[in-house]
């Protein structure tokens, strides 16, 4: 498996602007998805935002045009930067990494972001 280490969430006002790093323990060289789902207080985990090793991103509807996902794969992380932020986007934020043919589907601790409004 990988070990995925998480960092950048806190405290900010509505408005302002975040930006979460995820960190991977070791490179994989098989196609892979790395990407951020939150969790709030009383509700399921949800998808954020994802990007294939290949560039390709996926983002929910809630943060299109607000987050933007992006990766470095020379240092095996994956970053979310976070803009035009709401109090709905308090949550803790966890990094994935995902590879299917290694049988790979790793979590980071998370990372908690709180919005205040």
């Known amino acids: 498996q990988v070990q995925l280490v998480e960092s950048g969430g806190g405290l900010v006002q509505a408005g302002k602007s975040l930006r979460l790093s995820c960190a991977a323990s070791r490179s994989i060289f098989v196609d892979n998805t790395m990407g951020w789902y939150r969790q709030a207080p009383g509700k399921q985990r949800e998808l954020v935002a994802t990007m294939t090793s290949s560039g390709r991103t996926n983002y929910a509807d809630s943060v299109k045009g607000r987050f933007t996902i992006s990766r470095d794969n020379a240092r095996n992380t994956v970053y979310l930067q976070m803009s035009s932020l709401k109090f709905e986007d308090t949550a803790v934020y966890y990094c994935?990494?995902?590879?299917?043919?290694?049988?790979?589907?790793?979590w980071g601790q998370g990372t908690p972001v709180t919005v205040s409004s």
């Open positions: 994935n990494f995902l590879a299917p043919r290694l049988g790979f589907n790793s």
